[in-house]
Structures are given as C-alpha cells and as structure tokens.
C-alpha cells in the first residue's frame, strides 16, 4: 500500500490556489494515489518527479475552463486534469532521456539519479495510468487525450531532427511547439469545456484558448532559458543552449550570426560556448520580437474567451495568462 503523503505544490500562477485550491489539492492526492504500484522501485521514481514541485498549470487552465463553462461536480475534471498532468509527467521523463539532462526542476533528474532504464519504463508506466483514467471517459474524450500524445511524440522526432541543426527555421520551431506544448494545453481546455457542458462552438474556442496560452507559456520558458534570473525561475540557463534545443530566441538569432550558429551547432559545448552563446543571443535584439510574439498568442486567448460569460473564474483563467506575460515583462 502506498502511504506516501502528497507535496504541497505551489500552482501557477499564485491567485488559483485561492480560487481553485481545493480542486489542485485534489489532483495532488489524486496523483499520488495513482503513482502507487506493485513495484516499488516504479512509485519510488514517479512519486521523485511528479511531487517535485510542478507548477500544475495544465490541470489549473483545464479546471478553470471546466468551472468557467459552468461545470459543477468534479469527479470528472479532476480524473481528466490529473491525466493531463501523467502524460505531461510521462514525456518529462522521455524528454531527459533523449536530452541526457543531469537535472530538472533544481534536482538531479531521474535518469541522473536512476539511470535510463528505469526512467523509461516509469515514463511508460505513468503513459499507462494516464489512460486507464481516460479509459472511463468516453470515446471522443479518449481520442482527444490520444491526439495530444501522437502530436507530443511527433513534435519530439521534429524537435530532434533540428536539435543543433543552425538551418531550423521559425516555421519549423512554431510546428515543434505546436505540437509539443500547445496540442496538450488544446485538448485540456477543450476536455475542461466539454466537461463542463460546453455547447460544441465553446468547446472548440476553448481549444483555440488551451492552445494558444501553451504557444504563450513554451515562449516565455524560451526566453527565460536566455533572459531569466536562475534564482527566480528556479534552474540554470540556457539549458536549450546545452542540448542544442531550438528556443525561440536562438532561432530568432541565428539567421544574423555566423558565430552563434556555430556555437549552436557543437555536439557537446562547453560552459564557455554557452556563455558566449548566451551573450550574442542577449545582444542580438531579438528578446523584444520573442515578447511580441508571446504577447500577442496571449492576446488570441484572450480574444477566444469572449465567448464564455463573465465570472470569477473566467477572471482568473485571464489573469493566469496575464501572470504568464509578465514573467518577462
């Protein structure tokens, strides 16, 4: 039996744990009960990511679309959110894998601390508890969560196929991030809609905001990968730099440095290369461009929102976006 008692997890932004706190501690208990297994070693690895401190946003955004929409009982939403959060944990998991990350989310990272192999499988064990939730749902509820992993995994072969690769273009970062980042928020929202009793014109324009608050939130993480304060954002930057991962200020930049592409393009570089890498990006001009860019994805969720009648929680789901912006202001 599992008695491991969930970590208390700041959510993001601040002001949902005040309005929707119940609900986010119920996907906490939630996720703990369901990171439980026969195999120790399995929960042991789970339970090290998943209660490390995530901020909890794609539970946070599909709960206030849900409540937004007029949704009531919970027993559905919190099930889909916690879903959400096992895939996104699942592909965490792969993502250090495939990057060879040493840490995440200021720890030593589970591959690090428990080597490939096992890292694997719990990615795949937390994949499996994902859907056995999903499972209870629906069938177009099951093929929505089931779109999100097929463009998770696609975006993750895209991604590698232009990891230090100096020829990646903006077209070819925003199809990764589309499919990495945003496809999940998409079909949270739009699970969160359906759920809460949506009529079908809602359902999709809350699609159209869960995917444009995750183009948001993947650009603000790039530019803070740059431009943040390690100790406010909790993590070194310029990882993306390190594993070679098109950011959207690197791509932004490349097409105007020699060096930089250079730098971008070396296998292993060293923490020099990604000093000065960091630096060219910095003096490049382009962080004001990402700003734009995020600012005005942000805008698109606030524009889709129209639609959903004013109420505390319509309120809250903006300023979590507002919140988003201003990590970078």
């Given at each position: 039996?599992?008695?491991?008692?969930?970590?208390?997890?700041?959510?993001?932004?601040?002001?949902?744990?005040?309005?929707?706190?119940?609900?986010?501690?119920?996907?906490?208990h939630?996720?703990?009960?369901?990171?439980?297994s026969?195999?120790p070693?399995?929960?042991?690895?789970?339970?090290?990511?998943?209660?490390s401190?995530?901020?909890?946003?794609?539970?946070?955004?599909?709960?206030?679309?849900?409540?937004?929409?007029?949704?009531?009982?919970?027993t559905?939403?919190?099930?889909?959110?916690?879903?959400?959060?096992?895939?996104h944990?699942?592909?965490?998991?792969h993502?250090?894998?495939?990057?060879?990350?040493?840490?995440?989310?200021?720890?030593d990272?589970?591959?690090?601390?428990?080597?490939?192999?096992?890292?694997?499988?719990?990615g795949?064990?937390?994949?499996?508890?994902?859907?056995e939730l999903?499972?209870?749902?629906?069938?177009?509820?099951?093929?929505?969560?089931?779109?999100?992993?097929?463009?998770l995994?696609?975006?993750?072969?895209?991604?590698?196929?232009f990891?230090?690769?100096a020829?990646?273009?903006?077209?070819?970062?925003?199809e990764?991030?589309?499919?990495?980042t945003a496809?999940l928020?998409?079909?949270?929202?739009?699970t969160?809609?359906?759920?809460?009793?949506?009529?079908p014109?809602?359902?999709?324009?809350?699609?159209?905001?869960?995917?444009?608050?995750?183009l948001t939130?993947?650009?603000?993480?790039?530019?803070?990968?740059?431009?943040g304060?390690?100790?406010?954002?909790?993590?070194?930057?310029?990882?993306?730099?390190?594993?070679?991962?098109p950011?959207?200020?690197v791509?932004?930049?490349?097409?105007?440095?020699?060096?930089l592409?250079s730098?971008?393009?070396?296998?292993?570089?060293?923490?020099?290369?990604?000093?000065?890498?960091?630096?060219?990006?910095?003096?490049?001009?382009?962080?004001?461009?990402?700003?734009?860019?995020?600012v005005?994805?942000?805008?698109h969720?606030?524009?889709a929102?129209?639609?959903?009648a004013?109420?505390?929680?319509?309120?809250?789901?903006?300023?979590?976006?507002d919140?988003l912006?201003?990590?970078?202001?």
């Amino acid at each position: 039996m599992n008695t491991a008692q969930p970590r208390r997890v700041r959510p993001y932004p601040e002001a949902a744990s005040s309005l929707i706190g119940a609900e986010l501690e119920q996907v906490e208990h939630r996720l703990v009960e369901l990171l439980g297994s026969r195999e120790p070693r399995l929960s042991e690895i789970a339970q090290y990511l998943v209660c490390s401190g995530g901020k909890r946003v794609r539970p946070a955004v599909a709960i206030f679309v849900f409540r937004a929409c007029g949704g009531e009982s919970l027993t559905d939403i919190i099930d889909a959110a916690v879903a959400l959060e096992l895939i996104h944990s699942a592909t965490l998991l792969h993502d250090d894998i495939i990057d060879g990350s040493d840490f995440r989310r200021g720890n030593d990272s589970a591959l690090r601390k428990y080597g490939l192999a096992d890292t694997l499988v719990t990615g795949d064990f937390l994949f499996c508890r994902a859907f056995e939730l999903c499972a209870r749902f629906e069938e177009r509820v099951i093929r929505w969560a089931a779109e999100a992993c097929v463009s998770l995994t696609e975006g993750e072969i895209l991604q590698a196929r232009f990891r230090h690769n100096a020829a990646v273009t903006f077209d070819d970062y925003m199809e990764i991030i589309t499919r990495k980042t945003a496809s999940l928020f998409r079909q949270g929202a739009r699970t969160g809609a359906y759920l809460g009793g949506a009529d079908p014109n809602t359902v999709e324009k809350m699609a159209a905001c869960g995917f444009a608050v995750g183009l948001t939130f993947q650009m603000v993480d790039d530019l803070l990968d740059v431009a943040g304060n390690e100790d406010r954002i909790g993590k070194p930057v310029g990882i993306d730099l390190r594993d070679g991962n098109p950011s959207l200020p690197v791509v932004l930049a490349l097409p105007h440095d020699a060096e930089l592409r250079s730098l971008f393009e070396k296998r292993e570089p060293t923490p020099a290369d990604i000093g000065a890498a960091l630096a060219r990006v910095r003096r490049s001009g382009v962080l004001d461009q990402v700003r734009t860019l995020a600012v005005g994805h942000a805008n698109h969720a606030r524009a889709a929102m129209e639609i959903i009648a004013p109420s505390v929680y319509r309120d809250s789901l903006l300023d979590l976006i507002d919140q988003l912006v201003e990590r970078v202001s």
